[in-house]
């Protein structure tokens, strides 16, 4: 009989991530690595925001004397990067999976170049 896996730790994982628990949070929790904790919950839907919140809130409440408080600079990016990320969500909207293909192949690419407004594929 072969190795039958660690379904209920993976379950645990799932249903934390589920709930917005951070990577760190989880490891912390079950005592499992981090990146079993992150290849089990990959496919995990997670509310951004719930996640935002939890990561600004582990952030401050650290009382470890080497870890310094996000700067006002910092507050300010991290603020402006939500802030950016959620009107490019709204003004791109939901995307298909035919878009999501496109999107992929086109970073995959990875080389080429913007010139005057337009994207060029380097050439194979």
């Not at 730790?9 to 079993?36: F, H, N, P």
């Not at 300010?76 to 490019?88: N, S, T």
Request: aromatic share 4%; with cysteine.
């Amino acid at each position: 009989m072969g190795y039958g896996g660690k379904f209920v730790e993976q379950d645990q994982a799932r249903r934390l991530r589920a709930e917005g628990w951070t990577l760190a949070e989880i490891v912390a929790e079950l005592g499992m690595s981090k990146s079993s904790a992150s290849i089990w919950c990959r496919a995990v839907e997670v509310d951004v925001a719930t996640l935002d919140e939890r990561r600004r809130a582990r952030w401050e409440a650290a009382s470890h004397p080497s870890r310094k408080r996000p700067s006002r600079l910092q507050l300010e990016k991290e603020a402006q990067i939500v802030r950016l990320r959620d009107e490019g969500r709204a003004s791109v909207g939901a995307m298909s999976e035919r878009d999501l293909l496109i999107a992929g192949t086109m970073l995959s690419s990875g080389e080429g170049g913007k010139t005057d407004g337009s994207v060029n594929l380097a050439k194979q």
